[in-house]
């Protein structure tokens, strides 16, 4: 069996869009699940990502353990702190917040999360994930403590994401942020597609089928939508 990786490397070589709905358990109750699942069902996601900025705590293990009792997608843990891990998931988007110089997220929550890590089989992938600006401070930049990178400055954010790259990270997450008023610029996600070789994902303020389409035909690989789904799950039906 293909790793889950392996599938979105393969998907990329032909062409083949991915969407992922990230799901924030903070945002999520127990009584809501089954209907939750149910939509992404019967949504076009080929990915789920769960994962927050503040949440902690075992509900994620009762979350996701439920989740895919009807769910039929892969589950990828979007950690927001070394906590957030939980062997129920598939696999893990081992992320590392390179725009950032907050060594916290660049390496320690890393290290600590490997006790966790090491009692589960997920799939770990290697991330590079790069926060830009978009138009107002976002959850992660205040968590994280760091500076998103100027929107305005394509060079020095492609020189991140190659650098991302030869530190060894198998994708690159090109992120404005849970809810940004602006999405990635769609010029800087082909500079990026087109300058990198490793699977790019995008996510952060997409709102609507067309800016998703712009994010494909623009390079990125896999679109992330929390927000929009959140606010309604019949999002991708209307
Ligand atoms: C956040 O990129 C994701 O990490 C999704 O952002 O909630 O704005 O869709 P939205």
Redesign the pocket.
Known sequence: MKSIYDEIVYSKSKGQKLLAI?IDPDKVSMASVAELSAAINSSPATHVLVGGSSFEGDFLNVLIHTLKKTLHLPILL?PGSATQISAEADGILFLSLVSGRNPDYLIEQQVQSVPLLNKTQLEVIPTAYILVESGSETA?ARISKTQPLDRNNPAYILQTAQAGVYLGNKLIYL??????KLSVPTELIALVANNTTVPLVV????RSAAEIKKAFDWGADMV?????FENDNNFFNT
């Not at 996510?203 to 997409?206: L, N, R, T």
Request: hydrophobic share 50%; charged share 5%; proline share 0%.
């Open positions: 990230l979007f992660v992120e404005a942020g849970s809810g940004a996510g952060g303020g997409i992330v939508i929390g927000t929009a």
